[in-house]
């Protein structure tokens, strides 16, 4: 969970979007922390797009998403912007629900709708 030097985390990038921003967010955390334990994965989520109504995960999946959240401390969730929230509030809601209990963090790269810029962190 923690290294000698910080927190092991699993970062979710939601897809289609998030992939390029969260993988770039996603290094910079590892390099930053010397984090070598943390785990990037990508969920598609695009509601816009796709009309998907949560992010689109087989149970296989999630399996293995529990498996990297039991070895890590917190796990993000990251989409390249935020105008409404409702991406953001709705894959957290999934996540909370079918992963183990860990905090959350919700990360955003850029704020189209008033949101902060920076993150929200949640507790289970």
């Known amino acids: 969970r923690k290294?000698?030097?910080g927190e092991d985390i699993l970062f979710i990038?939601?897809?289609?979007?998030?992939?390029?921003?969260?993988?770039d967010t996603y290094l910079r955390y590892c390099?930053?922390?010397?984090?070598?334990?943390?785990?990037f994965y990508v969920a598609r989520f695009s509601k816009r797009k796709r009309?998907?109504?949560a992010p689109v995960l087989s149970s296989a999946e999630i399996k293995h998403l529990n498996q990297l959240a039991e070895k890590s401390s917190k796990i993000v969730i990251f989409d390249e912007d935020i105008s409404s929230g409702k991406s953001l509030l709705g894959?957290?809601?999934?996540?909370?629900?079918?992963?183990?209990?860990?905090?959350?963090?919700?990360?955003?790269?850029?704020n189209s709708g008033g949101f902060p810029e920076v993150q929200y962190e949640t507790a289970k």
């Not at 894959?91 to 850029?110: D, G, H, W």
């Open 3 to 5: 290294n000698e030097f």
């Open 13 to 23: 990038a939601l897809a289609n979007g998030g992939i390029i921003p969260g993988m």
């Open 31 to 39: 390099d930053k922390k010397y984090s070598n334990g943390s785990s």
């Open 51 to 53: 009309r998907d109504t």
């Open 91 to 110: 894959a957290y809601q999934f996540f909370s629900n079918v992963l183990s209990p860990e905090p959350f963090l919700l990360v955003t790269n850029r």
